[in-house]
């Protein structure tokens, strides 16, 4: 039996370097290598100062900025650690609301999200990635459809003509990836900060 438990031992610890040190360390080290940029997990600067990362979206709740699609992650309840509460984007909890459609919550929120918004911009069709959230909650991303929606609010609250926020807008939209890859999308980061640069009064 001691013959047999060796061999396995041997093989348990190789494998145990191989796959659990070696190779992780390879691909790391490659990977700052090759995309220095997005292995130190595409953040995004401003004046010098880190603002978000291009990849986690972020909540805006300012009628002055793009907001992205909601998210349905949560946070332990300061109160109640046996709770959860609402926390936008919370990216140390991604995970989608798991509410089907024959849920009275859902239905609830989204009705509340379609009354806002048809308020914000009477006599236009909301863009359905502004009522219902991503998969994870904390997608950076909304449809160039969704981002014109709310043109007329930034512009009302900047004290601009809608033509050069939309213009902002228009110049942030990004295509598929590789001309077929997804759908164009634009970074609500990103346009927000766009917005904060090309809008300065």
Not at 62 to 76: E, F
Not at 104 to 132: C, F, I, Q, S, Y
Not at 136 to 141: E, I, Q, V
Request: proline share 7%; aromatic share 4%.
């Amino acid at each position: 039996m001691l013959a047999s438990f060796r061999p396995a031992l041997v093989l348990f610890v190789l494998l145990t370097a191989i796959t659990g040190l070696a190779y992780p360390l390879a691909m790391t080290g490659l990977a700052a290598a090759l995309f220095p940029g997005k292995a130190a997990g595409s953040l995004i600067t401003r004046d010098g100062t880190v603002v978000g990362s291009s990849l986690i979206g972020q909540s805006f709740t300012s009628p002055r900025y793009i907001h992205g699609r909601p998210s349905a992650t949560v946070a332990a309840d300061p109160v109640d650690a046996t709770r959860t509460v609402p926390s936008a984007y919370n990216a140390s909890n991604s995970a989608g609301s798991n509410l089907g459609p024959t849920s009275a919550a859902l239905a609830e929120r989204v009705k509340g999200d379609l009354a806002t918004l048809t308020a914000e911009n009477p006599g236009a069709t909301v863009p359905v990635d502004l009522v219902t959230a991503s998969g994870s909650g904390l997608d950076p991303d909304i449809s160039p459809e969704a981002a014109l929606f709310q043109v007329p609010r930034v512009a009302r609250a900047r004290g601009v003509s809608e033509d050069r926020v939309r213009a902002l807008v228009t110049a942030q939209v990004e295509d598929r990836t590789l001309g077929l890859l997804g759908e164009p999308r634009v970074n609500v980061l990103a346009l927000n900060l766009a917005l904060d640069a090309g809008l300065r009064q």
